[in-house]
Each structure stands twice: as C-alpha cells, then as structure tokens.
C-alpha cells in the first residue's frame, strides 16, 4: 500500500539530496572522460530519481513480503545471463537488447538485503540466529546467487555481497562465540586458498583472476598486470591539491591510457580533475550518505526496517572501499562501480532502489 502524506514530513531529505549530488558528480565528471556516455549517464540519473520516489511511495513491508519472488525472479536472471548474456573482456555479466545493457548481479544485490531482512527477521523473532538450522537457512539462501555470480565471473561483486549479507547476519544477532570459531577457521583457510591458488594445476580461480592477486603480492614479477592500477595512481598524483580541471590538456585522463576509465576507474578521474580536495569531498559525500542510512536504521520502527537500512549502507560502503581501494592500489585489481558515480546504469537504478527503501524506512520511524 502507498504511505499516507502525512509520513512525507519524516523521509531523510537530506539523503535524497546527497544522493543526487553524487548522481549529479558522477554526469560531470564522465562527460569529461568521454561525452559519449553522457547522454546515457544523465538519463540514468534521471530515471534512478524516479525510481527512488516511486519506491519511497510504497510500504517497505510490501517489498520485503514479496521476497520469495523477488529472489526466484534474481535467480532466473542469473541463471539466464550465464546461458544467453553476452561476453565481454572474458566474462558474462551482461544482457543486451540493442544499445541498452543489463548487469543482473547489480539488481541482485538489492534483492539479497530485501531477502535476508526478512529470513533474518524471521530467525530472531523465533530466536533462531545462533542455532545450527538457522545458519544452514542463511547459507542455503546465500549460496544460490554467490556461486551464479561468481561462475560469470565476477569474484568482486561476489565478495561484495557476501560481505554485507554477513554483516546483516552479525546485526542479526549472531553470537560472538561463533564469530571467533568462524575467523580461527577462515584465518588459516585463507593463507592454504592463496599457496593453492599459485599452484600450476589450481580449480577455484580463473587464470586473470590469480594474476591479479599475484600481481598484488608479487607488483615487480607481473608489472604488466599492474599497468592500470599504476596509471591510476599517476592520474591521481597529478591532481596535487587543487586538481588540473576538468578539461584540462596533456592530463593522463585526456591520454586515454586508462582503459573504460569512466567505469571502475573513475575515482582517478576525480582525482586528477579535482585533486586532493576534491577527492576528499568525494569521500565524505559517500561516507555521508552511508551514516545517513545508519541513522535511519537507529531510528527504524522495527527489526525489519533496520536490516534493511543497514544492508544497503553496508552495500554503499564496501563497494565504494573496494572501488577506491583498487583504483588506488590498496586492493588487487578487480572491477566493481563506485555507487552513484560510475558509469552504469544497472549500478546506479539497483542502488536507487536501495535508496528508495531507506527513504521509506526513514518514512516510518519509530516514535520515541
């Protein structure tokens, strides 16, 4: 059902306007890496605040009810692309119809955190976070759409979702004890994943994915593979303080020697265009919009709202970590947008959805 108006007056306003100053950030500085994917970009930002206002109209519990279609409809998507979707740089992710495209994994993402709000609403009610059949629930519904993902291949997205569901897990209610079994497990297992990895012979990783984890440990034995990253980090340098501009000639922006730099990459492009200052900005308007979708958590009117504010502030902040992380050479090289800001519109209209949610939550806060 449709919110009554007299909720309008609680909606998070200021994080609408963040949004579409990061939405409107995004268009300037992609229309000065390429004008080509301006156009695209604009429409995208426009149709993304649709979105936002269309699902901030409607009740949160009507989304969250509608979970079980929602994830099949996600799955199918899934399973579609990896049979029908269209192959780029080794990897199929993409469906295609004309000179439109759509990424699946973005819009699954966003159905995950509606999913498990409401799973993990449903276990703590019946006080069954802790309990072995309510972790085996949470792994059966996670496992689905991490192991389609990933055979697309896409081990960024991939550990991005996994790492918010988990967190969404912890907010949840899962006890301390099991944390600490889990990283006493985990911690060892992950120095035997990256020796196997290395090993000639090796089945868990694609071959472009172990050279960029090497290239990561090893930077001097596989300079090649660092080229982009590296270039990155020059853009970035050449930004100093003030930034060059945004046009600005003999830029390594305007060289083009960073592949699809409007995409994963456009953090650089800020960096240089904007220098250091602007790059701060950049961060604290994401780092903004982030605690302001904690905020409405902390003052959601239940469990259900609260999971689901958190999951899309957790989405928000690790795929913008990951991003920045990369584009800076903190993290091995791997390709995930930064919200709101790259270029993508699957990113930018699944995350709007997230936003709408969080509007709605923000909507329906609990009276103190």
Same mark, same amino acid.
């Given at each position: 059902?449709?919110?009554?108006?007299?909720?309008? @007056?609680?909606? &998070?306003?200021?994080?609408?306007?963040?949004?579409?100053?990061?939405?409107?950030?995004?268009?300037?500085?992609?229309?000065?890496?390429?004008?080509?994917?301006?156009?695209?970009?604009?429409?995208?930002?426009?149709?993304?605040?649709?979105?936002?206002?269309? $699902?901030?109209?409607?009740?949160? =519990?009507?989304? $969250? !009810?509608?979970?079980?279609?929602?994830?099949?409809?996600?799955?199918?998507?899934?399973?579609?692309?990896?049979?029908?979707?269209?192959?780029? &740089?080794?990897?199929?992710?993409?469906?295609?119809?004309?000179?439109?495209?759509?990424?699946? +994994?973005?819009?699954? @993402?966003?159905?995950?955190?509606?999913?498990?709000?409401?799973?993990?609403?449903?276990?703590?009610?019946?006080?069954?976070? &802790?309990?072995? #059949?309510?972790?085996?629930?949470?792994?059966?519904?996670?496992?689905?759409?991490? $192991?389609?993902?990933?055979?697309?291949?896409?081990? +960024?997205?991939?550990?991005?979702?996994?790492?918010?569901?988990?967190?969404?897990?912890?907010?949840?209610?899962?006890?301390?004890?099991?944390?600490?079994?889990?990283?006493?497990?985990?911690?060892?297992?992950?120095?035997?994943?990256?020796?196997?990895?290395?090993?000639?012979?090796? @089945?868990?990783?694609?071959? =472009?994915?172990? &050279?960029?984890?090497?290239?990561?440990?090893?930077?001097?034995?596989?300079?090649?593979?660092?080229?982009?990253?590296?270039?990155?980090?020059?853009?970035?340098?050449?930004? !100093?303080?003030?930034?060059?501009?945004?046009?600005?000639?003999?830029? /390594?922006?305007?060289?083009?020697?960073?592949?699809?730099?409007?995409?994963?990459?456009?953090?650089?492009?800020?960096?240089?265009?904007?220098?250091?200052?602007?790059?701060?900005?950049?961060?604290?308007?994401?780092?903004?919009? /982030?605690?302001?979708?904690?905020?409405?958590? #902390? !003052?959601? #009117?239940?469990?259900?709202?609260?999971?689901?504010?958190?999951?899309?502030?957790?989405?928000?902040?690790?795929?913008?970590?990951?991003?920045?992380?990369?584009?800076?050479?903190?993290?091995?090289?791997?390709?995930?947008?930064?919200?709101?800001? +790259?270029?993508?519109?699957?990113?930018?209209?699944?995350?709007?959805?997230?936003?709408?949610?969080?509007?709605?939550?923000?909507?329906?806060? #609990?009276?103190?």
């Amino acid at each position: 059902m449709m919110l009554r108006k007299q909720y309008l @007056k609680n909606a &998070n306003y200021f994080l609408l306007l963040l949004v579409i100053a990061a939405m409107s950030m995004g268009v300037v500085v992609i229309n000065s890496v390429d004008t080509y994917y301006t156009g695209k970009q604009t429409i995208g930002a426009v149709m993304s605040l649709v979105i936002i206002l269309a $699902v901030m109209a409607f009740d949160y =519990h009507i989304f $969250v !009810r509608l979970y079980i279609p929602l994830y099949l409809i996600s799955t199918a998507l899934l399973l579609g692309v990896l049979f029908f979707g269209i192959n780029v &740089n080794n990897a199929t992710r993409w469906f295609t119809l004309g000179s439109i495209t759509f990424q699946p +994994s973005e819009l699954t @993402k966003v159905i995950m955190i509606v999913y498990m709000a409401n799973l993990l609403t449903k276990l703590t009610d019946e006080d069954k976070v &802790n309990t072995f #059949r309510g972790l085996m629930r949470f792994g059966a519904a996670t496992l689905v759409p991490i $192991v389609l993902i990933y055979k697309q291949p896409d081990l +960024s997205t991939t550990l991005c979702m996994t790492f918010v569901l988990l967190t969404m897990l912890y907010l949840a209610g899962l006890s301390y004890k099991i944390i600490l079994t889990a990283l006493l497990i985990l911690i060892p297992a992950f120095t035997v994943f990256i020796w196997y990895v290395q090993k000639p012979d090796q @089945k868990l990783l694609y071959e =472009h994915q172990v &050279n960029r984890i090497m290239s990561f440990i090893y930077p001097s034995e596989y300079q090649d593979t660092n080229d982009q990253q590296n270039y990155s980090i020059m853009a970035i340098g050449n930004g !100093r303080l003030k930034g060059q501009g945004l046009n600005a000639e003999g830029t /390594v922006k305007a060289s083009g020697i960073i592949p699809e730099q409007q995409t994963d990459f456009i953090f650089s492009a800020i960096g240089e265009s904007f220098g250091f200052i602007g790059s701060v900005i950049t961060l604290a308007l994401i780092l903004l919009i /982030v605690l302001q979708c904690i905020r409405v958590a #902390r !003052r959601a #009117r239940d469990i259900t709202g609260r999971l689901l504010a958190m999951g899309v502030a957790c989405l928000i902040g690790y795929q913008s970590f990951i991003n920045i992380g990369v584009t800076t050479k903190l993290l091995p090289n791997t390709g995930i947008p930064l919200p709101f800001i +790259s270029y993508g519109l699957s990113s930018l209209m699944s995350t709007a959805i997230g936003i709408g949610l969080v509007l709605n939550v923000s909507m329906q806060k #609990r009276k103190f």
